[in-house]
């Protein structure tokens, strides 16, 4: 059987000739015990986000009810870049009370989402699922699991800003990033991974003692986890108080569809006592990787294949924030099972999320060997008052990626900044193809972590959507502190 998620509105197998409409809206969840008013994005029934079939046109009309101006991106997809939905880049912000059509067709099936992109909006919880099913499964005995989680604050976002501008770091989590993840001789002397240091100190503050050389601020062995402390993290709007409970069938087999549309935190996925068969990144297949902890970084997605024992009871599944306990989730239950209450925070802290998985990941269909045509190093800095830079210019300052129709395009991004940056690239997928300088086919995905502290992944895609597209780090407030580009296609 395949049973659509409590989330969604079953999808329609046949097509459909009438467009969807989906609105940008207003909308009341509880968090913690308290009524919060957040932003959403819901079709008419109620269903928040859309499923729709590979093979199908996105048809949908997009009503903006927000009360203000907003563009939403539509992450994963490959669109005509008009409808990519990047304010200032690919289209017109569409106003309070406006609308816009889209109309472009979907191939290829995969776990996508759909959120903001335009100012803080998407703290406010402006995302959705955006779930492509492939027909070929639709007789395959799976149970479908989709999950959107979120990082959750009862502050404004725009005050949050103002103080990490202002130098108002929330320096809670520092710590040494794996050897994995570091290049060795770039350390500062004297510094320690327990260093008690406001942000202004370690680039944010000054450009002393030729810190800011190469584009951005280094430390090497230090690593900065949060810059924004949250109250909770959520799974579906909802935090481990009252966790949503998907009823499944003991020994049968769930597909968790599980995305990451928190603004700034990088989480891990805990099976707990469960063991997952990891078959896709980003709505891409890559060769299965079995285990119980999958690190998850911001905006990536994990589609994990589960087979449930016979034994009638609940499984919780987990996303924890790095660095820390904090957690949220959903469980699986069997009709009938007793599920317990459940800690909103671990037993122990987790790690840094850092490549450890992404170096182990497989394309299921790797790009073909080619040379590359073109190559770019990107250099990830840093700078005082929250400024956050890709080769050492801000959005509006910089100057785009040059690409041509047929390119073999390599990217190597270089971080010289004491956070790991997750770097989208739009209207495009890409094959990872090396980290730290170690070259390997690795997954094909449109998000990628890029480790803090001279870490460095290279990524390969051929160029065949033209248009001016969006390239920037998906961690909210780095890119409206400037970390964004675009690259363009040459006439």
């Known amino acids: 059987m395949t049973t659509a998620p409590a989330l969604f509105a079953s999808p329609a197998r046949a097509k459909s000739s009438a467009p969807k409409i989906i609105t940008a809206g207003k909308r009341v969840i509880e968090v913690k015990g308290k009524a919060v008013n957040v932003l959403g994005l819901t079709q008419t029934g109620g269903s928040h986000g859309l499923v729709m079939n590979a093979g199908e046109n996105f048809r949908v009309r997009l009503e903006n009810r927000i009360g203000e101006p907003t563009a939403i991106h539509w992450h994963g997809l490959t669109p005509p870049w008009q409808q990519d939905g990047v304010a200032g880049i690919s289209q017109e912000p569409i106003p309070d009370g406006g609308g816009y059509d889209y109309n472009f067709p979907v191939a290829r099936p995969g776990t996508f989402w759909m959120h903001s992109h335009m100012g803080l909006q998407e703290q406010h919880l402006l995302a959705a699922p955006l779930i492509v099913l492939d027909p070929a499964d639709a007789s395959k005995d799976v149970q479908e699991v989709v999950v959107l989680f979120h990082d959750f604050t009862f502050r404004d976002p ?84 009252d966790p949503e409970v998907f009823t499944v069938e003991p020994g049968g087999h769930v597909r968790l569809r599980l995305i ?138 910089d100057k785009p990626l040059a690409v041509r129709t047929g390119d073999r395009f390599e990217l190597t991004f270089m971080n010289h900044t004491t956070m790991s940056h997750p770097m989208h690239l739009h209207g495009h997928h890409f094959q990872v193809v090396g980290v730290n300088g170690r070259r390997f086919a690795g997954a094909v995905r ?46």
Not at 322 to 332: A, I, K, S
Not at 365 to 386: I, S
Request: charged share 20%.
């Open 158 to 241: 725009a005050e949050i800003l103002a103080e990490l501008k202002a130098g108002g770091h929330d320096m809670t989590a520092m710590q040494k990033p794996p050897a994995a993840s570091r290049h060795e001789g770039h350390t500062m002397p004297g510094m320690t991974a327990g260093a008690a240091m406001g942000h202004g100190a370690m680039g944010h503050g000054t450009k002393s003692q030729g810190s800011m050389d190469h584009g951005g601020m280094q430390m090497g062995g230090v690593s900065h986890l949060q810059d924004v402390q949250y109250d909770a993290l959520l799974a579906n709007d909802r935090t481990l108080d």
């Open 260 to 397: 990451n549309g928190a603004a700034s935190t990088n989480m891990w996925i805990d099976l707990g006592k469960l063991s997952g068969k990891l078959i896709a990144v980003d709505g891409i297949p890559v060769e299965p990787v079995v285990g119980s902890r999958f690190e998850f970084a911001v905006a990536q997605r994990l589609d994990i294949l589960l087979e449930l024992s016979r034994e009638a009871t609940a499984w919780p599944i987990f996303a924890v924030q790095e660095g820390g306990r904090l957690r949220t989730g959903v469980v699986l239950a069997a009709k009938g099972a007793s599920v317990g209450k459940l800690a909103e925070t671990a037993d122990a802290d987790f790690p840094a999320v850092g490549v450890e998985l992404e170096q182990k990941l497989r394309a299921a269909k790797p790009l073909a060997e080619r040379p590359a045509t073109r190559k770019h190093t990107m250099m990830l800095g840093e700078g005082a008052g929250y400024v956050w830079t890709l080769d050492r210019a801000v959005h509006g300052s």
């Open 446 to 491: 449109d998000t990628v972590l890029v480790p803090a502290n001279m870490g460095q992944v290279t990524i390969a895609f051929d160029a065949g959507n033209p248009g001016k597209w969006a390239l920037h780090c998906h961690h909210l407030y780095h890119m409206v502190g400037g970390m964004m580009t675009s690259m363009a296609y040459e006439a």
